[in-house]
């Protein structure tokens, strides 16, 4: 595959090697298979090969400014606590077990986002109502409802914030706030030369800072492999929204463990270490591998290591791998069968490849047909794989299409067809909705489900099979303009914001048109001294922690006349 299949034309495309419980984010992560590092697990998967866009958290940054100060966080909900705890509500049992439930329902979310304000850039937003009575002497019950909505990993890094500060409003209380003192946070503003100008010295000292202390964590890691024969993933599942500094915080914990411990150390080699960035509480995963919470203290991660019976945990560990050793042996055996008839089938077919994968909602939810309108509800796009037995379906798929007389009889009836599909890729899925015969993603990638009879199969590839290469033609020429903008601005990375690209109605049209955008003021956005730096589209301004710039896709035509008038930054 050459360097610009993986451009910011295929970005809405999926590889053909990613399962489906990655996408599937709540149930991915609680399955605990044997993990990889995200290096290993994702990076050949992203849209640009090792420039992973991991979150979008924003940058450590003391704050210079002389602004006044704002109240924390912390203090702020103290007043809000007051106003709507259940225990003010004694006299009025229905508004007492409102807002008792909701409370529940509020500081369940308040954790969340106290761990991660800005959210991750791989979670899909998630709004939570929320129904609080306070106390109101103008009305004529005493109470007034207040009605509010909460969200979570929101695309827009300021959109939580402000549904938290309208909660705050609504309550009669004081509404601003500020997080830690060293969270830095873009300018909330809907003008690219603002955003540049105040962003881009931030984000040059963040890149030198999160360069020195990757390298300092990376040198940690290798030393402690070396010592205790163990494997260290710093991440867990899709993404870590950990900056480098906090993962250096981690693994220095994480050494001075090992030191505390060292007389087990013995009974730890050949274990896997990850990092986990879901659970409160450190675990045993199912293949043996140790995830170890992010949120726990040095003392609660060596009672979890002292509780465990680490040579019963070895002897077991053995005897799973030699039963995973047999199963991959067999499981490998039938794919290289099924790559046989795979390939065997696209040469009769005269396609250029036949592959199987499987189907994910998350990076499929909208079609060529419907670019504006998802096809799955939030409820759907969970647990969509299921327990299904991938390799039967697979496999009776291919039986049934490769020995079908039909299909070759059917290729010369439509030959003249055929001849346009030679450079056609399909992918069979077996879990793709049973109401979903096939989907036509808006990049031109064609899904057949693997529950299509062979004439079904037939007929999706000769109707929608020029429609799929006319539209990976239609991208292909958006590769050439990614390049240039690239290299005329001497960027690390042209890409785009992973969730914007999967998750936002008519992405692929919104990302094209901020692409001709930059081009036509490439010139002139060199002045910003953007070399070596991640320029990423999305739906927000913003910085991630290790200096990676999100611009709007659609920032202000005045902007692009500023620049192409000789505006520079300051």
């Given at each position: 595959m050459n360097r610009l299949s993986c451009s910011v034309s295929r970005m809405m495309m999926m590889s053909s090697h990613i399962p489906a419980r990655q996408i599937n984010l709540s149930s991915a992560l609680r399955a605990r298979q044997p993990s990889h590092s995200i290096h290993s697990s994702f990076v050949a998967h992203n849209f640009l090969p090792s420039k992973v866009i991991l979150s979008r958290s924003f940058a450590t940054q003391a704050n210079?400014?002389?602004?006044?100060?704002?109240?924390?966080?912390?203090?702020?909900?103290?007043?809000?606590?007051?106003?709507?705890?259940?225990?003010?509500?004694?006299?009025?049992?229905?508004?007492?077990?409102?807002?008792?439930?909701?409370?529940?329902?509020?500081?369940?979310?308040?954790?969340?986002?106290?761990?991660?304000?800005?959210?991750?850039?791989?979670?899909?937003?998630?709004?939570?109502?929320?129904?609080?009575?306070?106390?109101?002497?103008?009305?004529?019950?005493?109470?007034?409802?207040v009605e509010s909505e909460v969200i979570l990993n929101a695309t827009n890094p300021h959109a939580a914030k402000r549904r938290l500060m309208s909660l705050f409003s609504k309550t009669g209380i004081e509404s601003d706030f500020q997080l830690e003192a060293d969270v830095w946070t873009p300018p909330d503003t809907e003008n690219l030369r603002d955003f540049l100008s105040h962003s881009l010295p931030t984000a040059r000292d963040i890149?030198?800072?999160?360069?020195?202390?990757?390298?300092?964590?990376?040198?940690?890691?290798?030393?402690?492999?070396?010592?205790?024969?163990?494997?260290?993933?710093?991440?867990?599942?899709?993404?870590?929204?950990?900056?480098?500094?906090?993962?250096?915080?981690?693994?220095?914990?994480?050494?001075?463990?090992?030191?505390?411990?060292?007389?087990?150390?013995?009974?730890?080699?050949?274990?896997?270490?990850?990092?986990?960035?879901?659970?409160?509480?450190?675990?045993?995963?199912?293949g043996y591998g140790l995830y170890l919470s992010r949120t726990e203290t040095l003392q609660e991660w060596e009672s979890f290591f002292k509780r465990h019976d680490w040579a019963k945990i070895q002897m077991e560990k053995n005897l799973s791998q030699k039963k995973h050793l047999e199963e991959e042996r067999a499981q490998h055996k039938a794919n290289e069968a099924r790559i046989v008839r795979e390939e065997k089938l696209a040469a009769q077919l005269g396609i250029r490849s036949l592959k199987s994968i499987s189907f994910n909602t998350f990076e499929c939810q909208y079609s060529a047909d419907q670019p504006s309108k998802p096809l799955f509800s939030p409820e759907e796009t969970e647990g969509t794989e299921g327990e299904i037995d991938v390799s039967k379906i697979l496999g009776d798929f291919l039986d049934k299409l490769t020995d079908n007389k039909k299909v070759a009889s059917f290729k010369n009836e439509n030959q003249k067809i055929f001849k346009k599909l030679k450079g056609l890729e399909?992918?069979?899925c077996p879990n793709m909705p049973v109401n979903m015969p096939y989907h036509l993603s808006t990049t031109g990638e064609l899904r057949i489900s693997a529950l299509?009879?062979?004439?079904?199969?037939?007929?999706?590839?000769?109707?929608?099979?020029?429609?799929?290469?006319?539209?990976?033609?239609?991208?292909?020429?958006?590769?050439?303009?990614?390049?240039?903008?690239?290299?005329?601005l001497g960027l690390s990375t042209m890409t785009a914001?992973?969730?914007?690209?999967?998750?936002?109605?008519?992405?692929?049209?919104?990302?094209?048109?901020?692409?001709?955008?930059?081009?036509?003021?490439?010139?002139?956005?060199?002045?910003?001294?953007?070399?070596?730096?991640?320029?990423?589209?999305?739906?927000?301004?913003?910085?991630?922690?290790?200096?990676?710039?999100?611009?709007?896709?659609?920032?202000?035509d005045e902007d692009i006349t500023y620049l192409l008038e000789g505006g520079v930054s300051q």
């Open positions: 210079t400014t002389t602004t006044p100060q704002k109240p924390t966080l912390p203090a702020v909900l103290r007043k809000f606590y007051m106003v709507v705890h259940p225990d003010r509500f004694v006299d009025y049992p229905e508004a007492r077990a409102n807002n008792e439930q909701s409370m529940k329902d509020f500081l369940a979310y308040i954790k969340e986002y106290k761990n991660s304000p800005h959210g991750s850039a791989l979670g899909q937003p998630r709004r939570i109502p929320l129904k609080f009575f306070v106390r109101d002497e103008s009305t004529s019950t005493g109470l007034r409802l890149i030198g800072k999160a360069s020195i202390n990757t390298n300092t964590i990376n040198q940690v890691i290798a030393d402690i492999e070396r010592r205790t024969r163990m494997k260290i993933n710093m991440a867990t599942g899709l993404a870590s929204e950990y900056t480098s500094v906090s993962n250096k915080k981690t693994i220095d914990q994480f050494d001075t463990l090992m030191n505390q411990i060292a007389t087990t150390l013995p009974l730890l080699q050949g274990l896997e270490v990850n990092f986990d960035t879901e659970t409160s509480t450190s675990e045993m995963g199912a399909v992918h069979i299509c009879t062979p004439e079904q199969f037939l007929k999706i590839l000769l109707e929608q099979g020029p429609k799929a290469q006319e539209l990976t033609r239609d991208q292909d020429k958006w590769e050439t303009t990614r390049d240039f903008i690239e290299v005329k914001d992973y969730t914007f690209a999967y998750a936002i109605p008519n992405a692929t049209a919104k990302i094209r048109l901020a692409l001709g955008r930059l081009q036509k003021i490439a010139e002139n956005l060199r002045t910003h001294k953007l070399s070596g730096m991640t320029l990423a589209i999305s739906d927000h301004y913003g910085l991630s922690p290790d200096g990676v710039v999100y611009i709007k896709w659609d920032f202000p």
